[in-house]
């Protein structure tokens, strides 16, 4: 750039003040590369804009240039560049955000915030033109910015990257953080083993989530113990090791000893250790607990809470023993005539629980009275949307839990009936070896209950 016509470079002169460097890999065309057609340069302006929801529909990279450092972005520089004017990203989505607000009944002003922080994500991408991280969009939270809505609206245009780790990821990152390095990362190859499947040998298909979860928790105390002990691998452990692990455990023996195999299994499939310890041993007997009574004072205060919620909740367990996955998932047309439809099973609702049933949809209605989510129970993350609430919901900071609320049901039914095992089966949904279980306290003498029954309003 610096040489003159008909004078040779001067390099110690050019470069006097220092030198031009360029890294490796960047996108640049030297003078002999092929030219780019119109269509190329400029793919979204030769398109039919009759099949684009928003009209014209933004270049997205199918590769991006990796980050040479992080860089906390000015939040005041973001925020006034976002109230300037729409931008590529605002103006593709735009009829999404329309169709979802009249599909799920969102306020104006949920729709104006979803559409602020798409104009919020425009500024945060690493490139004009990139698709957007789920991780990414998770940062609105400091803008005040939507998250969950702005999230369905991106996955509906093709425009999200989803990279957030699942629940099962963070739970096993949770339960694995402090491990020896070599023993997390055999962990995480077993991991990514029961998630994924294995299409070499030895083949494996896909576990389920709450497999794994389980498998997790009956092994976590045992190698937490182990690193404690020293070890660094688990290609240090013995038969000895696992033989007195197994014999210290108690209420998860069971459950330890499958995850136990499955883990050592997968690490000898994957030549991660020499020999496989748990090879020949027999699967522990799966433990038998005793279900317990609740005290009635206790489901009585929670059957009166002032949360609507939480006292439909509790009165479809205490009366109707359902459980936590079925409240959540029951939807606003499986009651009708004051009677719940469960599958083939059809539940005449008691007098208490039409009662909080009313209570519960006047809330709704006058909190969400826009919400289209077919759901009987929302919250506020779920009303904007079709999806069904947590399991936790509304249990979390409760002293009850539906499990032990309902076990403790069934136990009233066992006992006021006698023992009559088929009724127990066609009135909870019970197969006979779970109706069992319940049956076998009959005998007990600290379970025999005076006063056991259904608390009142």
């Known amino acids: 750039m610096l040489q003159e016509p008909g004078r040779g470079l001067d390099l110690p002169g050019a470069t006097k003040d220092g030198h031009q460097l360029f890294f490796a890999n960047m996108s640049f065309h030297r003078s002999g590369a092929p030219k780019l057609s119109p269509e190329q340069r400029a793919p979204w302006k030769l398109r039919d804009k009759k099949n684009l929801p928003g009209g014209t529909e933004p270049d997205t990279d199918t590769s991006m240039q990796t980050a040479l450092f992080d860089m906390t972005p000015d939040q005041k520089a973001v925020a006034a560049r976002a109230r300037l004017e729409d931008n590529d990203l605002t103006r593709y989505c735009a009829a999404i955000v329309r169709e979802h607000a009249m599909r799920v009944g969102w306020s104006k002003r949920q729709r104006n915030d979803v559409t602020r922080s798409l104009r919020l994500l425009q500024g945060l991408r690493p490139s004009p033109t990139a698709k957007v ?55 995480e190859i077993w991991l990514q083993v029961l998630v994924n499947g294995a299409h070499q040998a030895p083949r494996q298909i896909p576990r389920d989530p709450k497999t794994i979860r389980v498998h997790i928790l009956g092994i976590e105390p045992i190698i937490h113990a182990w690193a404690a002990a020293g070890l660094q691998s688990f290609a240090e452990v013995t038969r000895a090791d696992i033989t007195a692990a197994l014999d210290e455990t108690k209420a998860r023996r069971h459950i330890a000893g499958n995850g136990l195999k499955s883990l050592f ?4 499939g994957r030549r991660l250790i020499f020999a496989n310890p748990t090879r020949g041993m027999k699967a522990s007997p799966k433990g038998s607990t005793i279900p317990l009574a609740l005290d009635a004072a206790v489901i009585r205060e929670e059957l009166n809470s002032p949360n609507p919620a939480v006292a439909l909740a509790v009165s ?16 606003l047309t499986d009651i009708s005539d004051g009677h719940l439809i469960l599958g083939d099973r059809d539940i005449p609702l008691a007098g208490p629980v039409r009662t909080r049933l009313t ?30 609430t947590s399991r936790q919901f509304p249990w979390s900071g409760l002293t009850l839990r539906p499990r032990v609320l309902r076990e ?17 089966c066609d009135l909870f949904g019970l197969s006979v070896e779970g109706a069992t279980r319940y049956l076998n306290t009959l005998e007990h003498p600290d379970l025999t209950r005076q006063d056991a029954q259904v608390p009142g309003t």
């Open 265 to 268: 299994t997968t690490l000898k």
């Open 133 to 187: 991280r789920a991780t990414d969009v998770l940062e609105l939270r400091q803008y005040s910015g939507n998250v969950l809505s702005t999230i369905d609206v991106l996955a509906a245009a093709g425009m999200l990257i989803e990279d957030r780790p699942t629940q099962i990821e963070r739970y096993f990152a949770a339960k694995t953080s402090t491990l020896p390095p070599v023993m997390k990362d055999q962990l």
């Open 316 to 331: 479809l367990v205490a009366f109707h023993a359902l459980t936590g996955a079925q409240i959540s998932e029951m939807r």
């Open 408 to 424: 403790d049901r069934i136990l009233h039914e066992i006992h006021a009936t006698g023992g009559d095992i088929r009724r127990i």
């Open 359 to 388: 209570a519960w949809l006047d809330h709704r209605n006058r909190t969400w009275p826009g919400t289209a989510n077919p759901h009987l129970l929302v919250n506020r993350r779920t009303a904007p949307r079709l999806l069904p």
